[in-house]
């Protein structure tokens, strides 16, 4: 039931426009709400992303009421607490705001106050004669799912997964080697349930473009009026000798590869881990197992992520992995899996082309992943690309076959945002799989909208630190600023194509990458040449309008 609090400390609600506050609401142990003002109104909001738990306080509010979390790039709106953008699923509670006897009170019910968000309004009944399949499990999945829902659509929903589990914070597996399923999944079986999902574990065999119905290997099919295509990737294999034929050598991708991972490892500490792969899965494997093992990883370029953050940055996180006991062999390529003495069914260690030996008792492979498109290889209707992705539109649909769209790791769409200039883009981050989902939702539901929400990539990583970064560079870059104290670090790498900022990376500077974002979204990020005199990205204004 809603009641009055009062909050600590104040006497009017006298903010002035784009500022925010973090206040102590009386009489509620730990409760806290976030007050801001945007458009000469002050809002009452939860604190915390609901994502992860971000202070708010500490994110981007722009003058269109757009409240962005300062480490992950989930965006909420001031004046309802409905999410914006991804990856936060849950909305902010919002309370209304009371004046009265020189004091500032907020109206709302203890529980929501105390956990600053409140359940989306996904509860329906399904009905109609449109049919939405979702095919796969992952994050734009969940994301089209609940944009569906919470913008009022009840038309029958079924979501066909291979995985043997409801839809999971994937992330976390190479993050944190997290295996429990219950502290993985996003929503509960009666979520769906609530929301008339049907939910249904198969894997999708083959797809009738024209009849519109899906097939699956149990030999059931699915009728549609509306398909979206979001199969995620599929990690790859090394096809060099050994890596076929002995054990503990391992992918990641769902929680069995977690599991028989952890169970290779066993509790014994100080096994000889050997990671292929310097990139982010890599690298993410490596931090998190490094604590209580020695780890070693492998990469072809002269330092970790190289191709996408350049030797510079990379090195950074060389040096501060390498604090933590990894072991690091750049400029490297792997000639074979040897076998273990003692167990010869198991490998034992990684033999290098310039011949050095690296003892292992098990092996992570981190090489990249492939469009999980297999069951479209002999499609008629659809012509993958050469990396075997499907080609989509601004809207995310698939050409040449009405009422389908493709998202997430298997699509590839014109990319708008700073130096992309429409150039058709592959990109494998968590946010834009499920932000192309919630943009596929608002195009079923408002079928006459013409134009597609616009977003910019946002995706993070744990390497010793917390990385975040946004935008994209699909026809590359040529030039880096950095800001910051790199040698701790600590900094900010802005990325262009001449004076063109396309991406930014930061550690230990938030929110950084937030302004960012939202200046490249609105078309205002500074220049380079800016940016190397010394300009503060936390100085630049944030204005209304969007360009993108």
Not at 112 to 127: E, L, T
Not at 378 to 400: C, H, I, W, Y
Not at 456 to 473: D, E, H, K
Request: glycine share 10%; with cysteine.
């Amino acid at each position: 039931m809603a009641e009055e609090y009062k909050i600590k400390g104040l006497t009017e609600s006298n903010l002035k426009n784009g500022e925010k506050l973090e206040v102590e609401v009386d009489g509620i142990e730990n409760g806290k709400v976030l007050l801001v003002k945007v458009g000469g109104k002050t809002h009452a909001l939860g604190p915390k992303c609901t994502h992860y738990g971000a202070p708010l306080k500490n994110g981007v509010l722009t003058p269109d009421g757009r409240l962005t979390c300062p480490w992950h790039g989930a965006c909420f709106n001031v004046t309802s607490g409905d999410v914006e953008d991804a990856p936060a699923l849950d909305p902010l509670a919002k309370f209304e705001i009371i004046e009265k006897d020189g004091a500032v009170f907020i109206k709302g019910d203890q529980n929501k106050i105390k956990s600053g968000r409140r359940a989306p309004n996904i509860q329906c009944s399904a009905q109609g004669q449109e049919k939405v399949v979702i095919v796969g499990g992952g994050s734009g999945a969940m994301g089209a799912i609940q944009a569906l829902r919470e913008q009022g659509n009840t038309f029958p929903v079924t979501l066909i997964s291979r995985e043997p589990y409801l839809p999971i914070d994937r992330t976390k597996l190479s993050k944190a080697l997290l295996a429990d399923a219950s502290k993985l999944q996003w929503r509960s079986q009666e979520w769906f349930d609530d929301a008339s999902v049907q939910t249904v574990q198969d894997e999708v065999s083959d797809v009738d473009f024209s009849k519109k119905s899906v097939f699956t290997k149990s030999g059931k099919s699915y009728p549609y009026t509306k398909l979206v295509l979001a199969t995620g990737g599929t990690p790859k294999a090394l096809p060099l000798p050994g890596f076929k034929d002995l054990s503990n050598i391992f992918l990641i991708r769902t929680i069995p590869d977690v599991q028989a991972i952890l169970s290779a490892i066993g509790e014994e500490k100080g096994k000889n881990i050997v990671v292929v792969g310097s990139s982010f899965i890599g690298m993410e494997v490596s931090n998190a197992l490094s604590s209580n093992h020695n780890v070693s990883i492998i990469g072809m370029e002269s330092t970790p992520l190289e191709r996408v953050m350049g030797a510079e940055v990379g090195k950074i996180f060389q040096s501060t992995l390498s604090k933590s006991g990894v072991k690091f062999y750049m400029s490297a390529s792997v000639d074979s899996a040897k076998p273990s003495p003692s167990s010869p069914s198991k490998v034992g260690s990684i033999s290098l082309k310039d011949g050095t030996s690296l003892p292992a008792d098990l092996v992570i492979l981190g090489v990249g992943v492939s469009p999980a498109t297999e069951y479209l290889r002999s499609n008629p209707a659809v012509s993958l690309e050469k990396d075997g992705s499907l080609r989509t539109d601004e809207s995310f649909r698939v050409p040449n076959v009405p009422d389908v769209y493709a998202i997430g790791d298997i699509a590839t769409y014109p990319y708008h945002g700073p130096g992309g200039s429409g150039t058709p883009t592959r990109i494998e981050h968590w946010n834009v799989a499920q932000n192309a989902g919630r943009s596929v939702a608002h195009s079923i539901n408002s079928p006459s909208s013409t134009k597609p929400k616009p977003f910019i990539p946002v995706f993070w990583s744990a390497l010793g630190s917390q990385l975040r970064y946004c935008g994209n560079t699909p026809n590359g870059w040529d030039d880096l600023v950095l800001q910051g104290k790199p040698d701790e670090g600590k900094f900010a790498a802005f990325y262009a194509k001449g004076d063109t900022v396309v991406a930014v990376a930061s550690m230990q500077m938030d929110p950084v990458m937030t302004q960012s974002a939202e200046l490249m979204r609105r078309g205002k990020m500074p220049g380079l040449s800016e940016l190397r005199d010394g300009l503060d990205v936390l100085s630049v204004g944030v204005p209304a309008e969007v360009t993108i």
